[in-house]
């Protein structure tokens, strides 16, 4: 189904499966880290390979099934995927630094640090490729304010790196108006989705994983 028509660059926790879904919902085939626990026969060697070897890998390949794609690790390699499409539109989903660090400490950190969860080639991915691993390692992610840095680094860096009329910034909870003119897509008459909040977060999880690894009390 490549090529990719929409790239999403923000980082995981700030509304990308709510994205996602409203994507999907424009008519869009989407990708998401969620495809891999939705799917488990879908490789996500593939994609592991694509992040270590950026420069040669084939993204039509790697994306074959997808039209759109967001979250981790679409945006850890948004810039190749950009340079490849360059008539691609871009999404840059943003939140508040505090809120975002709070999220994902209590989610993807969480989930990062348990012991021999899940399919080990998803463990790979899901840990190693977001933000090169930083959610993996418990001293790393504690540092609050450099973990943050991170993140509003790379808000910035995505500002500069893709044209201002194929970029769209949205803060989490938006909606639909914005999105859907800039993608030049009638208003659905269904609410904007919302999504994998900390507490689905942690219930799809311990599912997966067929044990309560996570506690759903954290907001």
């Given at each position: 189904?490549?090529?990719?028509?929409?790239?999403?660059?923000?980082?995981?926790?700030?509304?990308?499966?709510?994205?996602?879904?409203?994507?999907?919902?424009?008519?869009?085939?989407?990708?998401?880290?969620k495809?891999f626990?939705?799917?488990?026969?879908?490789?996500?060697?593939?994609?592991?390979?694509?992040?270590?070897?950026?420069?040669?890998?084939?993204?039509?390949?790697?994306?074959?099934?997808?039209?759109?794609a967001?979250?981790?690790?679409?945006?850890?390699?948004?810039?190749?995927?950009?340079?490849?499409?360059?008539?691609?539109?871009?999404?840059?989903?943003t939140?508040?630094?505090d809120?975002?660090?709070?999220?994902?400490?209590?989610?993807?950190?969480?989930?990062?640090?348990?012991?021999n969860?899940?399919?080990?080639?998803?463990?790979r991915?899901?840990?190693?490729?977001?933000?090169?691993?930083?959610?993996?390692?418990?001293?790393?992610?504690?540092?609050?304010?450099?973990?943050?840095k991170?993140?509003?680094?790379?808000?910035?860096?995505?500002?500069?790196?893709?044209?201002?009329?194929?970029?769209?910034?949205?803060?989490?909870?938006?909606?639909?108006?914005?999105?859907?003119?800039?993608?030049?897509?009638?208003?659905?008459?269904?609410p904007?989705?919302?999504?994998?909040?900390t507490?689905?977060?942690?219930?799809?999880?311990?599912?997966?994983?067929?044990?309560?690894?996570?506690?759903?009390?954290?907001?």
């Amino acid at each position: 189904m490549a090529p990719l028509e929409v790239i999403g660059a923000g980082f995981g926790r700030t509304g990308t499966d709510s994205l996602r879904i409203a994507l999907n919902m424009l008519g869009y085939n989407t990708h998401h880290m969620k495809c891999f626990f939705e799917d488990p026969s879908f490789d996500p060697d593939v994609f592991y390979d694509a992040f270590l070897h950026r420069d040669t890998a084939d993204w039509d390949e790697v994306y074959k099934d997808y039209n759109a794609a967001v979250d981790w690790p679409t945006a850890e390699f948004y810039k190749e995927l950009f340079q490849k499409y360059p008539k691609a539109k871009v999404l840059l989903t943003t939140r508040s630094a505090d809120s975002w660090y709070k999220s994902a400490f209590n989610t993807v950190h969480k989930a990062a640090i348990q012991p021999n969860t899940h399919h080990e080639g998803f463990r790979r991915l899901a840990v190693d490729v977001p933000m090169n691993g930083r959610f993996g390692n418990k001293e790393l992610f504690a540092d609050e304010e450099g973990t943050k840095k991170i993140f509003l680094d790379h808000i910035e860096e995505v500002k500069r790196f893709i044209p201002k009329d194929q970029l769209l910034v949205m803060e989490l909870g938006e909606g639909w108006d914005r999105l859907c003119k800039f993608l030049g897509k009638d208003i659905p008459k269904e609410p904007y989705p919302t999504a994998n909040s900390t507490s689905d977060f942690k219930r799809l999880f311990n599912n997966v994983n067929g044990a309560e690894l996570l506690t759903t009390d954290d907001k």
